[in-house]
C-alpha cells in the first residue's frame, strides 16, 4: 500500500523524455516529472520518493525531501495565513496547511513554530502546533543513558521542554546547561532519568560515565594541555560552562578524569590551572 506523507520505495515502470512511470501499488501508475531525477533511470530500478497529495487528491510523487514526515516534529515558517488557516514551508512546491483548529496561538507570517505532521481524517497531509495534544509525558521503552534525538519547545520555570524522538516529552535542566540552546532547535541528547511519574530529565552528557569513557575525557585533556604548552587555566572551581565549551563534558565528569589523571601522576594542580607532567 501507498504510504501518503511518507517515503515509498516505487518500482520505475517506464522511461520517457519528459517523465518516469512508477508503480504507485494500490494507487496506479505516478508520473515523476523526469527533473526531479538525475542520472540514468532504468525500468526496473527502484526509486525512493515522497509522496504527498494535491489539490484534486491525488498522490504526487517527488525526490525532494520535506524538513518532516507524517508523526514527526519540524521547526518551520509561516507563509501565508489567509481565511481558511495557515501555510508553513516544509520544503516542498506544497506548503502544508495548518487548520485553525489546530493552532494552538494565532500564527503570523514570518515566524516560526514547531509543527506536528499528520493525516486528517480525509487522508490529506496537515501540521499542527496543538503539540501537548499530540506529544505525552510518557516513556516508552527509553532507558537511563540511551542517547536520543530532541527538538527544544517551549522554556519553563526549570528549563527547556523537548521532543523526544518526535514521541515524548522530557526536560532539559537550565542549571545542568552548558551552551546555549533556542526554541527549534534539534540535537543529539540523553535519557538522564526516567522519574516515578513517567516524565523524562535529559542530559546534553552521557550519565553514568564508565571507566573507558573517562579514559577518553582524561586523554582529550592531555591532548589539549600538549597543544597549550603544558597548561590549561582550568580547576575544578572553573564555571560549567567553560569546561562544557573545552571539552563538551559535565563538570563532575571532568573532575573525575583530573582526578584520575592526578593518580596517575600525569599533571599537577596549581591554584590557577592544571599542568602536564614532563
Do not use: C
Amino acid at each position: 500500500m501507498l504510504q501518503i506523507g511518507q517515503y515509498n520505495q516505487l518500482e520505475v515502470l517506464e522511461v520517457g523524455i519528459y517523465g518516469i512511470i512508477l508503480d504507485g501499488l494500490d494507487r496506479g501508475r505516478l508520473l515523476l516529472p523526469r527533473r526531479s531525477v538525475t542520472g540514468n533511470v532504468e525500468v526496473g530500478q527502484s526509486l525512493e520518493v515522497f509522496v504527498f497529495l494535491d489539490a484534486e487528491g491525488d498522490p504526487v510523487p517527488t525526490t525532494d525531501r520535506p524538513a518532516a514526515t507524517v508523526g514527526e516534529v519540524a521547526w518551520l515558517e509561516v507563509v501565508e495565513v489567509n481565511e481558511v488557516g495557515a501555510f508553513v514551508d516544509w520544503g516542498l512546491s506544497k506548503d502544508l496547511f495548518i487548520p485553525f483548529a489546530e493552532q494552538q496561538h494565532a500564527l503570523g507570517k514570518g515566524r516560526h513554530t514547531l509543527v506536528k505532521i499528520y493525516l486528517d481524517n480525509q487522508g490529506r497531509l496537515a501540521g499542527s502546533t496543538r503539540i501537548d495534544h499530540w506529544i505525552k509525558d510518557e516513556p516508552g521503552n527509553l532507558k537511563r543513558g540511551e542517547k536520543v534525538r530532541v527538538i527544544v519547545g517551549d522554556k519553563t520555570e526549570l528549563g527547556y521542554k523537548a521532543v523526544i524522538n518526535h514521541q515524548s516529552w522530557g526536560l532539559l535542566y537550565s542549571n545542568e546547561l552548558y551552551q546555549r540552546i533556542r526554541k527549534g532547535q534539534s540535537f543529539d541528547a540523553f535519557v538522564k532519568r526516567v522519574r516515578d511519574d513517567g516524565k523524562i530529565d535529559l542530559s546534553l552528557t552521557q550519565p553514568g560515565f564508565s571507566k573507558g569513557k573517562i579514559e577518553g575525557i582524561s586523554e582529550d585533556i592531555i591532548a589539549a594541555l600538549q597543544e597549550n604548552d603544558g597548561f590549561l587555566p582550568v580547576t575544578d572551581k572553573s564555571p560549567p560552562k567553560e569546561i562544557y565549551t573545552r571539552f563538551k563534558v559535565s563538570k563532575k565528569v571532568f573532575k573525575q578524569a583530573v582526578g584520575a589523571l592526578y593518580k596517575a601522576r600525569r599533571i599537577t594542580l596549581e591554584s590557577d590551572g592544571i599542568r602536564l607532567v614532563r
